[in-house]
């Protein structure tokens, strides 16, 4: 059964650094997503990307965070400048088009900023 | 804007327990409805849908049924098992293509043999 795989499953990362979170969707599926779920709290949306640009985002979405599919399979989520409060669950996602498919999520990567 | 309110948890069952977990929305248009679960370590996973009014998800002895009158998506099951022990989050999207999804915080779920 295809699936949606993220690496790494855990990072721990120093505040301020960079980090990439890295993803490979289910190879026919046309939109990808980044989802986050801080511990405790509800899974909010990141960014939509679609045709190699970002078809939306959310208010979290501001300038530390960037998206890029880097070649056919993999779709990477940048932190620039990481903080404390980035320390969350990353969920990656990808559906084949119609916003009623089924979206398909990996089993996440979850980040600890120290 | 979109948002999806469900009840709060835990929720603590006895096997073969009727199961009710509450989820109302706003949106505006048509939204499609969703229940995800996500099972301990896991990542979410579909567990059922509707897309239109009145229309019934099912799945795994789940269902939900979309009341646009009550902006409701509940989630019902007759006699849970241990193996239902999970994170239940209910969701909306609007109908455009490549939309996200919102969702609400999400019920936990615990269920006792």
């Known amino acids: 059964e295809p699936e949606v795989t993220q690496t790494p499953s855990h990072q721990v990362t120093q505040m301020g650094q960079e980090v990439i979170l890295r993803c490979v969707p289910i190879s026919n599926h046309l939109y990808f997503y980044w989802y986050r779920q801080i511990l405790g709290q509800k899974v909010e949306f990141l960014v939509s990307f679609y045709n190699n640009e970002i078809s939306e985002k959310s208010e979290i979405f501001d300038d530390q965070f960037s998206v890029e599919r880097p070649d056919g399979s993999n779709f990477t989520l940048k932190i620039r400048s990481t903080k404390l409060e980035d320390s969350a669950m990353y969920f990656c996602a990808s559906t084949y088009r119609e916003v009623s498919t089924e979206a398909f999520f990996g089993q996440g990567t979850r980040l600890t900023v120290v | ?113």
Request: hydrophobic letters at 35%; a negative charge; one cysteine or more.
């Open chain 2, 1 to 113: 804007g979109n948002s999806v309110t469900q009840m709060e948890g835990p929720v603590t069952l006895s096997e073969e327990a009727f199961l009710t977990i509450n989820c109302t929305y706003t949106a505006t248009g048509y939204p499609s409805l969703f229940w995800y679960v996500q099972y301990p370590g896991e990542g979410l996973q579909l567990l059922l849908k509707a897309t239109k009014a009145d229309d019934k998800g099912s799945n795994k002895g789940f269902e939900a049924t979309y009341r646009k009158e009550t902006t409701s998506f509940h989630l019902e099951k007759g006699s849970v098992q241990v193996s239902d022990s999970a994170v239940y989050f209910c969701a909306l999207t609007s109908n455009q293509a490549g939309t996200a999804l919102i969702f609400g915080k999400g019920t936990t779920l615990s269920v006792s043999s």
